[in-house]
């Protein structure tokens, strides 16, 4: 990887999605795959595949197009998935809990070390070896481990004041799936959300376009 | 709204955020608010702000600022908020569990109308008064109602077969939390992905970057 380069968010976040498709390539047996075929089955033109890959050096061979499984690498690292990353949980309601037993940290590279919640019912219980300790031993916990992020996943109203606790201990980035913004701008704190609203609405805004669109040329093909 | 203008993606998705920032200012008492608090708010600038609003028309008044309900209706309106879109979740597991219990699909201007899956102990269930259906009366209940948009929280493996079920019965758009590729990009089916693992790579990357950045700032101290 070329270091000290500036990468715009817009190709950050295409990374994951070349990572998942490569995969599916490896999966089905494709060791290597031109930009132009890359880019059909993932709806983006090839010089925007081969802009994207140059922000990080040089993965591709004229005539030749990418090693799957070279190319795959080098986007897991760019991504930070050979670093070991351990994370802990925080509100292990059925968001947390689809988290904890359904979403498989070690497969993007991270260590679930532990959860954290208040109810009775729900501490001391483990799911898929995850212990869920009562969130009074966060703290102590939290000076006694290194975690690079905690996936916060408590009721709104509880969001800031954990976000507070966690920071003063050292956490400075947080996986957001509370719908609250967590902090201001100019946090030096990373936080990632997970917006299922915001999802919603996007949605919700191509449907009424498409309802629009196909009003209105109805309306072109009655006049 | 300015109808027929070509609105980027980048202001579509920017359009939920500042929905969810005017509900925050209606709830706090604010009643009018400037583009340069607005921007400052939501890190960013106030000629972004007004930028994005002017596609869509003019909500502002010069020194003035913005009136924030009816800046709101105008947003909610323009994302099809107001539009009673009916809704179905197909896949009752801890992802759809959470979105039929927690999730308020009504807050959204969605009406959640039915759940469905096959295990026999969730079936017949009812979670926050959506019943859950078998999925062998999928087909039927397409065929006598309304269903503008599928959730789709099924195991991976069935993702693609359940999608061809739904766009054969008229679904056209579909809310996808299966971290599957549900169709092929010249498609004319409108998905919407929650991807967690994007997401987190994401957020991976920037923790990445930033212990890259800080290592190099102790480097250069040290030297």
Same mark, same amino acid.
């Given at each position: 990887?070329?270091?000290?380069?500036?990468?715009?968010?817009?190709?950050?976040? &295409?990374?994951? =999605?070349?990572?998942?498709? /490569?995969?599916?390539?490896?999966?089905?047996?494709?060791? =290597?795959?031109?930009?132009?075929?890359?880019? =059909?089955?993932?709806?983006?033109?090839?010089?925007?595949? &081969?802009?994207?890959?140059?922000?990080?050096?040089?993965?591709?061979?004229?005539?030749?197009?990418?090693?799957?499984?070279?190319?795959?690498?080098?986007?897991?690292?760019?991504?930070?998935?050979?670093?070991?990353?351990?994370?802990?949980?925080?509100?292990?309601?059925?968001?947390?809990?689809?988290? @904890?037993?359904?979403?498989?940290?070690?497969?993007?590279?991270?260590? /679930?070390?532990?959860?954290?919640?208040?109810?009775?019912?729900?501490?001391?219980?483990?799911?898929?070896?995850?212990? @869920?300790?009562?969130?009074?031993?966060?703290?102590?916990?939290?000076?006694?481990?290194?975690?690079?992020?905690?996936?916060?996943? @408590?009721?709104?109203?509880?969001?800031?004041?954990?976000?507070?606790? /966690?920071?003063?201990?050292?956490?400075?980035?947080?996986?957001?799936?509370?719908?609250?913004?967590?902090?201001?701008?100019?946090?030096?704190?990373?936080?990632?959300?997970?917006?299922?609203?915001?999802?919603? /609405?996007?949605?919700?805004?191509?449907?009424?376009?498409?309802?629009?669109?196909?009003?209105? =040329?109805?309306?072109?093909?009655?006049?």
């Amino acid at each position: 990887m070329k270091r000290g380069v500036k990468v715009s968010h817009n190709v950050i976040r &295409r990374l994951p =999605r070349y990572l998942r498709k /490569l995969d599916e390539l490896t999966e089905a047996g494709v060791s =290597r795959i031109s930009s132009g075929e890359l880019g =059909r089955q993932l709806g983006l033109t090839p010089s925007q595949i &081969r802009q994207d890959f140059s922000c990080f050096g040089e993965f591709g061979q004229q005539g030749y197009g990418y090693k799957v499984t070279a190319l795959r690498a080098e986007i897991a690292s760019i991504l930070g998935m050979d670093r070991g990353f351990k994370a802990i949980l925080i509100g292990v309601g059925n968001i947390g809990q689809a988290l @904890v037993c359904n979403f498989s940290f070690n497969q993007w590279g991270f260590e /679930l070390m532990a959860a954290f919640d208040v109810k009775p019912e729900l501490v001391g219980n483990e799911h898929d070896g995850i212990m @869920v300790h009562h969130i009074d031993e966060l703290p102590q916990f939290l000076d006694e481990n290194h975690v690079d992020v905690a996936v916060l996943c @408590v009721p709104k109203k509880h969001a800031v004041a954990i976000t507070e606790l /966690l920071t003063s201990h050292g956490i400075n980035a947080i996986w957001n799936f509370t719908n609250v913004e967590l902090t201001a701008p100019e946090s030096s704190t990373i936080v990632e959300n997970i917006h299922f609203s915001d999802s919603l /609405l996007s949605l919700s805004y191509f449907v009424a376009q498409d309802i629009d669109e196909k009003a209105a =040329r109805a309306a072109r093909l009655n006049k």
